[in-house]
Every structure is written in structure tokens, then in C-alpha cells.
């Protein structure tokens, strides 16, 4: 017997809506010694809706039983080192044709699930419904922020201001055919890192966050055409759908695997610049 043959594909299909509104105002007004010194102040508001579908199927070469391997058999094995002959030809075009996927008609009879004729030359697609994971994530952002521009001099004046967002992100994942995820667990006494089953409704990531984002800054006009310029700011990252959503995903050039993971939370930063 000749050991299977399986090549792994993946079928994913996303749907994204967003709505976005948003309101900025602006006054002029004058510092001292009747330098232009401007305030503004605004509103935004972002919402964001994901769908995530993943059908995972293998395509495999069953075991030959006969005697001996034949030119037909040999050249199905040799598929599992398949080379695109030209940068047209696609992978799916030789996998999907109909002379080479599909069950024997020998077999004919059998039941719904049965084992495929044994001496078949036909490649079969088999789901592999454990590694399928969809997901809805849902994304809110409000905003708030008022910023002052004022001119202690003609070379030289202040910019600062003060941003207020409110975040929520959800994403809830679900595995249809036997309710379990992947998520990352870290071994606590080797710092190692596995994939663990858990429940599909213990994998929901729901991150919260409300924050004051303040900036400032100074700008100082040298002479014509050169600025000093002095801030200091915090800002924040949120997460993706995907860098939360218990997913393995594959990159195509190199083949690694990335898996998200439902415990991230956003990220605080502080920037300093001069320049």
C-alpha cells in the first residue's frame, strides 16, 4: 500500500461594513498683541461590522492495494510536488478538474461517507471541519477633542489639545460542526506556547477602553523656511478582527501559522519628537 497523499485548501470569505460621521469646528480668535490664535473642537463617530467564513477541505490520494505502482498512480503521487508549468496556471485548475476529483464509479452504491474505491485514481475532497472558524466582530469608536493653536509670539506658539475615544470591540467566534476553538495557552512553569481546545463561547473577546489622549507642542520659527518643533502625545492601537479572532491563518510564502488570540488588549503610547 502507498501511503496518502493530502494537500490542504482553505476557502474564506469576509463581509465588512462601515459608517462614519463626523463634525469639526473652528474659531478664530486673537492672543496677545493680536496675534491669529484659532480653537477647534469636534466629534466623530465609527462603527464597524465583520462577517468571517472558513471552509478548510484536504484533497487526498487514497492508498492503492493492487500490486505494484502504475504509470496512473505515479503521476496522482507526483501531484504532491505540483509545479505551475506557467504563472497562469493556478494550483486549483489541476486539482479541481473533473477527470481527477470525484469518487469511482465502482463504487457507486455506497453510502453517503463511505471509504472511496481502493484502487481509485481520483483525488477526493474531505472537510476538515474542526479547523473551520467563523466570526462576527463588531466595532465601536467615540470621539471627542478640542485643540488650541496660540502664538506667545510671531516666532514662536503652542499647540495642544486633548482627544477623548471610547472603544469596543467583540468578537465572537463559532465553530459549527463541533463547537470548539483553538486558542494560545502558555505552559507556566516552561513559558512554552501550545494550542489548547476550549469551548467556542469562552474564546469571545470583548475589549474596553476609554481613554485621554493629550497632546502638546511648541514651535519655534527660527527664520524663513526652518522650525524647530518640540511634542509630546499619547495615542493608542487597537486590534484588528483578526489579531483577537481564534483563527489559524497561513501565510502563502513561507508557510507560518498564525493563531489570535482572544486576551489582547489595546495599546497605550506615548510619543515624543524633535525635530
Do not use: C
Amino acid at each position: 500500500d502507498q501511503e496518502k497523499i493530502s494537500t490542504p485548501m482553505t476557502r474564506r470569505a469576509d463581509e465588512e461594513g462601515n459608517w462614519q460621521a463626523a463634525v469639526n469646528l473652528r474659531k478664530p480668535f486673537s492672543s496677545w498683541g493680536d496675534l491669529p490664535a484659532t480653537l477647534q473642537a469636534g466629534v466623530r463617530l465609527d462603527r464597524t461590522d465583520r462577517t468571517y467564513d472558513q471552509h478548510s477541505f484536504s484533497y487526498f490520494f487514497p492508498s492503492q492495494t493492487s500490486a505494484g505502482i502504475n504509470d496512473p498512480v505515479r503521476a496522482n503521487q507526483d501531484l504532491q510536488q505540483f509545479v505551475a508549468e506557467s504563472p497562469d496556471q493556478l494550483w486549483t485548475d489541476v486539482f479541481t478538474d473533473l477527470d481527477r476529483t470525484g469518487l469511482a464509479p465502482n463504487r457507486a452504491s455506497m453510502p453517503p461517507g463511505g471509504l472511496p474505491a481502493p484502487n481509485q485514481l481520483l483525488w477526493i475532497i474531505q472537510p476538515q471541519g474542526k479547523l473551520d472558524v467563523d466570526y462576527d466582530g463588531h466595532q465601536t469608536v467615540d470621539a471627542l477633542y478640542a485643540m488650541v493653536e496660540f502664538p506667545f509670539t510671531s516666532s514662536v506658539k503652542a499647540i495642544a489639545g486633548v482627544r477623548f475615544e471610547k472603544t469596543q470591540l467583540t468578537v465572537i467566534p463559532n465553530n459549527e460542526a463541533f463547537g470548539i476553538v483553538q486558542v494560545l495557552e502558555v505552559d507556566p512553569e516552561t513559558g512554552n506556547r501550545g494550542l489548547v481546545d476550549v469551548d467556542d463561547d469562552e474564546a469571545t473577546a470583548d475589549v474596553e477602553d476609554s481613554s485621554f489622549l493629550p497632546s502638546v507642542g511648541v514651535v519655534w520659527s527660527i527664520r524663513q523656511g526652518m522650525n524647530l518643533r518640540a511634542t509630546a502625545s499619547a495615542t493608542l492601537a487597537r486590534p484588528t478582527f483578526r489579531e483577537p479572532a481564534p483563527v489559524a491563518t497561513e501565510e502563502f510564502i513561507f508557510g507560518d501559522e498564525y493563531v489570535g488570540n482572544p486576551e489582547l488588549t489595546m495599546s497605550k503610547i506615548t510619543n515624543y519628537d524633535l525635530r
